[in-house]
């Protein structure tokens, strides 16, 4: 019998417990022998339930205990989870987390204290939910040179997003129910400021390249200045807006970034709506590859988390290789990456047509009727010549009603 720790007994963690009570018998004939939670860490005592007995407040009971063998980290956020897991894999035990946060934070280190040491550190569950994209990574497409991931991350704002473009709603109202339908927190600023994604692309970036990101360094930007009259633009080009975390591999540079997308009807992301998530992985050989699913959620992630402990248990005495070095990898300029861009300005385009053409050269244009104001997408631009581009054309709108209202970039 292999004997399990969880550490925090929130949501996913008692998705966990609920997964490897529910699937025992699956779980031990896949693994050779059964898994059993013999502790759980908690504030709290829950009295009167099935895990009373296994509730534990000290950490140390769980570091100390020889038969505990793999950990499980679902508290969230670095401090304790970080010395916690730092001090478990030292002491010889394997970990698995949903933590993006840690992971994007200290999964160098981790990883190579895992290596030392002869354990696993595994986070499936990081990114994605319950959708497997780092086990693809390191396993079904390891013959693959990986040229491009692109991904919606995020359930909240994809939520957020969805309600905007299906239904007309504002963003205000849209994070309103999606707070409402518990998709989204009382302080919504991670997921909506574009800071979850990061940390999940930065997590991909690595596992692909197998170097170390800094997230830190990831351009991001949130999705707080989409409107729904940006949506109605959308419509009428035939496109949606969806929040994106992308890297392009690109000769010997990483294009990393989060933003919002402008994306038309024939990218296999325009379809993910609501909380799924979409993952787009692109390798050299195999062309491009989709994973698709619930990227949050109490048993989609918790599922994932098992999955990991079960690789865990089959390979007690082995270190897996995966992962990424401690070779810092640089993230490439914006300012060189090239993308198309969506535009708006206020008052009628027969007035500035030829100010826009000028600047930009042909682009696609549209009016909305009942507003005084238009909107043009260019062509493919350097990201840099685009800014000194809009920067003329803000010079050139010298009424003082005149003004670039919206910049969204658009895929290529």
């Given at each position: 019998?292999?004997?399990?720790?969880?550490?925090?007994?929130?949501?996913?963690?008692?998705?966990v417990y609920?997964?490897?009570?529910?699937?025992?018998?699956i779980?031990?004939?896949?693994?050779?022998?059964?898994?059993e939670?013999?502790?759980?860490l908690?504030?709290r005592?829950?009295?009167?339930?099935?895990?009373?007995?296994?509730?534990?407040?000290?950490?140390?009971?769980?570091?100390?205990?020889?038969?505990?063998k793999?950990?499980?980290e679902?508290?969230?956020?670095?401090d304790p989870?970080?010395?916690?897991?730092?001090?478990?894999?030292?002491?010889?035990?394997?970990?698995a987390?949903?933590?993006?946060a840690?992971?994007?934070a200290?999964?160098t280190?981790?990883?190579?204290?895992a290596?030392e040491?002869?354990?696993?550190?595994?986070?499936?569950?990081?990114?994605?939910?319950?959708?497997p994209?780092?086990?693809?990574?390191?396993r079904?497409l390891?013959g693959?040179?990986?040229?491009?991931?692109?991904?919606?991350?995020?359930?909240?704002?994809?939520?957020?997003?969805?309600?905007?473009?299906?239904?007309?709603?504002?963003?205000?109202w849209s994070l309103?129910?999606?707070q409402?339908l518990?998709?989204?927190?009382?302080?919504?600023?991670?997921?909506?400021?574009g800071?979850?994604?990061c940390?999940k692309?930065a997590i991909l970036?690595?596992?692909a390249t197998?170097?170390?990101?800094?997230?830190e360094e990831?351009?991001t930007?949130?999705?707080?200045?989409i409107?729904d009259t940006?949506f109605?633009?959308?419509?009428?080009?035939g496109?949606?807006?969806?929040?994106?975390?992308?890297?392009?591999?690109?000769?010997?540079?990483?294009?990393?970034?989060?933003?919002?997308?402008?994306?038309?009807?024939?990218h296999p992301?325009?379809a993910?709506?609501?909380?799924?998530?979409?993952?787009?992985?692109?390798?050299?050989m195999?062309?491009?590859?989709?994973?698709?699913?619930?990227?949050a959620?109490?048993?989609?992630?918790a599922s994932?988390?098992v999955?990991?402990?079960?690789?865990?248990?089959?390979?007690?005495?082995?270190?897996?290789?995966?992962?990424w070095?401690?070779?810092?990898?640089p993230?490439?300029p914006?300012s060189?990456?090239v993308y198309?861009?969506?535009?708006?300005v206020?008052?009628?385009y027969?007035?500035r047509?030829d100010m826009?053409?000028?600047?930009?050269?042909?682009?696609?244009?549209?009016?909305?009727?009942?507003?005084?104001e238009?909107?043009?997408?260019?062509?493919?631009?350097?990201e840099?010549r685009?800014q000194?581009?809009?920067?003329i054309?803000?010079?050139e709108?010298?009424?003082?009603?005149?003004?670039?209202?919206?910049v969204?970039?658009?895929?290529?």
């Open positions: 019998m292999i004997k399990v720790a969880i550490m925090g007994y929130g949501t996913i963690g008692s998705g609920e997964v490897l009570e529910r699937n025992q018998e779980l031990a004939e896949t693994v050779g022998q059964g898994i939670v013999k502790y759980i908690d504030l005592d829950f009295e009167g339930s099935s895990v009373e007995k296994k509730i534990v407040h000290d950490f140390s009971v769980i570091c100390q205990d020889g038969e505990i793999i950990v499980v679902t508290m969230g956020g670095l989870a970080y010395p916690f897991v730092k001090a478990c894999l030292e002491a010889g035990k394997h970990v987390t949903s933590n993006k840690l992971v994007a200290y999964g280190e981790l990883l190579a204290i290596r040491k002869k354990v696993n550190f595994m986070f499936e569950a990081s990114v994605g939910g319950g959708i994209i780092i086990r693809p990574l390191y079904c390891m693959e040179k990986i040229e491009e991931i692109t991904g919606i991350l995020n359930g909240t704002t994809n939520f957020i997003l969805t309600k905007m473009d299906k239904e007309g709603a504002s963003f205000e309103k129910e999606a409402a518990g998709y989204a927190e009382r302080n919504p600023e991670a997921d909506v400021e800071h979850d994604t940390r692309i970036t690595a596992m197998g170097r170390e990101v800094d997230y990831i351009p930007e949130g999705m707080t200045g409107t940006d109605r633009y959308a419509d009428a080009l496109t949606s807006i969806k929040l994106v975390g992308s890297s392009r591999m690109e000769g010997n540079k990483v294009y990393a970034w989060v933003a919002p997308l402008m994306i038309d009807k024939n992301l325009y993910v709506n609501d909380v799924y998530n979409g993952i787009l992985v692109k390798g050299n195999i062309g491009t590859t989709m994973y698709y699913g619930s990227g959620g109490k048993l989609p992630t994932a988390v999955a990991d402990i079960v690789e865990e248990a089959k390979h007690l005495d082995s270190n897996i290789p995966i992962g070095s401690s070779q810092k990898l993230i490439a914006m060189d990456a198309r861009y969506f535009v708006r206020s008052g009628k027969e007035d047509r826009v053409e000028a600047v930009f050269g042909k682009a696609k244009v549209v009016e909305l009727e009942g507003l005084d238009f909107a043009f997408l260019t062509a493919e631009l350097k840099s685009f000194e581009n809009l920067d054309l803000k010079v709108l010298t009424a003082e009603y005149e003004k670039v209202l919206q969204i970039r658009a895929d290529r």
